[in-house]
C-alpha cells in the first residue's frame, strides 16, 4: 500500500519561502514520477512541479523561478521549495506518485498573507 505524507505547510508573509516535504512508504519512488499540485479556495486543482526518476523537473508557468522540486532517495522524500511567496499560492497543496496508478498525499495548507 503505498503511502505519502505531506509536510512543512504554514502561514508566511508575502516575499518568504517554505519547504514542503512528502514522504513516501509502501514503494521504492526512486523510479517513479512525483509531483505537486495545489488547489485553492473555489478553484480547481492545478499542477505546480513535477520530477521523474532521473531528476528532470518540469514547473507550472506561474511558479517557475521561484519554486524548486527535488527528491532524496535515501529518505524516500521528495521536496517543493517554494521562494518569493505570493497571495495567489495560498491553496492546499498535494503531492503525488505515479506508478501504474496515481497516488495522492492528504495536502497541507499554505496561506500567504500579511
Known amino acids: 500500500q503505498v503511502q505519502l505524507v505531506e509536510s512543512g505547510g504554514g502561514l508566511v508573509q508575502p516575499g518568504g519561502s517554505l519547504r514542503l516535504s512528502c514522504a513516501a512508504s509502501?514503494?521504492?519512488?526512486?523510479?517513479?514520477?512525483m509531483g505537486w499540485h495545489r488547489q485553492a479556495p473555489g478553484k480547481q486543482r492545478e499542477f505546480v512541479a513535477v520530477i521523474n526518476g532521473a531528476s528532470s523537473t518540469n514547473y507550472a508557468d506561474s511558479v517557475k523561478g521561484r519554486f524548486a522540486i527535488s527528491r532524496d532517495g535515501a529518505k524516500n522524500t521528495v521536496y517543493l521549495q517554494m521562494n518569493l511567496l505570493e497571495p495567489e499560492d495560498t491553496a492546499i497543496y498535494y503531492c503525488y506518485i505515479y506508478t501504474s496508478v496515481r497516488y495522492w498525499g492528504q495536502g497541507t495548507q499554505v496561506t500567504v498573507s500579511s
Open positions: 509502501g514503494t521504492d519512488f526512486r523510479a517513479y514520477v
